[in-house]
T-cell receptor, first 114, second 110 residues
Framework: DAMVIQNPRYQVTQFGKPVTLSCSQTLNHNVMYWYQQKSSQAPKLLFHYYDKDFNNEADTPDNFQSRRPNTSFCFLDIRSPGLGDAAMYLC?????????????FGPGTRLTVT | AQRVTQPEKLLSVFKGAPVELKCNYSYSGSPELFWYVQYSRQRLQLLLRHISRESIKGFTADLNKGETSFHLKKPFAQEEDSAMYYCALKRSSNTGKLIFGQGTTLQVKP
């Protein structure tokens, strides 16, 4: 089945230790998104890629970076995780940006910072 | 500022009762509205979109621009409808950004 895959599902890192979360897709979609969802809060968009074009949300901290080496993969790098970065991180894809396009979500990676 | 408000964190009903999950939005332009659902241990997935004017799993939602609302309704709730429901707004421009409400947990009791 075509889908969005996130690895790992659970990640524990230490305060200040860089961590990378991975997302891959078999949908061949042009757009890939990263959302942060803290406990009992709405998912919040961090950034997205349209093909190789990176689009950062204005309020995304500099501590968060992303890479998209090819169509299928996208990575979320947290350079120096703080306790406040503990959250569920959701990857999503869509075929396009314009129009009524559905976003397909991965299962998420739950990040714990100790 | 664009915002989506879901006033109820938890909605608990009995099986067979009508359900209405409320969603209000603030956006000055023409929005695109969606309902996403997350069943237990499953990923977030699209339930329905306003532009399609469709009924999915018995759920409908009508965009009311006057009241800036997009409430989700189902006349007879089923136990399998128990899930977290998110209302989301997308600007009708060249951005895929979704702005989510905080979600409502629907609990359908037998």
């Amino acid at each position: 089945d075509a889908m969005v895959i996130q690895n790992p599902r659970y990640q524990v890192t230490q305060f200040g230790k860089p961590v990378t979360l991975s997302c891959s897709q078999t949908l061949n979609h042009n757009v890939m998104y990263w959302y942060q969802q803290k406990s009992s809060q709405a998912p919040k968009l961090l950034f997205h890629y349209y093909d190789k074009d990176f689009n950062n949300e204005a309020d995304t901290p500099d501590n968060f970076q992303s890479r998209r080496p090819n169509t299928s993969f996208c990575f979320l790098d947290i350079r120096s995780p703080g306790l406040g970065d503990a959250a569920m991180y959701l990857c999503a894809t869509s075929r396009a940006l314009v129009g009524v396009v559905e976003q397909y979500f991965g299962p998420g990676t739950r990040l714990t910072v100790t | 500022a664009q915002r989506v408000t879901q006033p109820e964190k938890l909605l608990s009903v009995f099986k067979g009762a009508p359900v209405e999950l409320k969603c209000n939005y603030s956006y000055s332009g023409s929005p695109e509205l969606f309902w996403y659902v997350q069943y237990s241990r499953q990923r977030l997935q699209l339930l329905l979109r306003h532009i399609s004017r469709e009924s999915i799993k018995g759920f409908t939602a009508d965009l009311n621009k006057g009241e800036t609302s997009f409430h989700l309704k189902k006349p007879f709730a089923q136990e399998e409808d128990s899930a977290m429901y998110y209302c989301a707004l997308k600007r009708s421009s060249n951005t895929g950004k979704l702005i989510f409400g905080q979600g409502t947990t629907l609990q359908v009791k037998p």
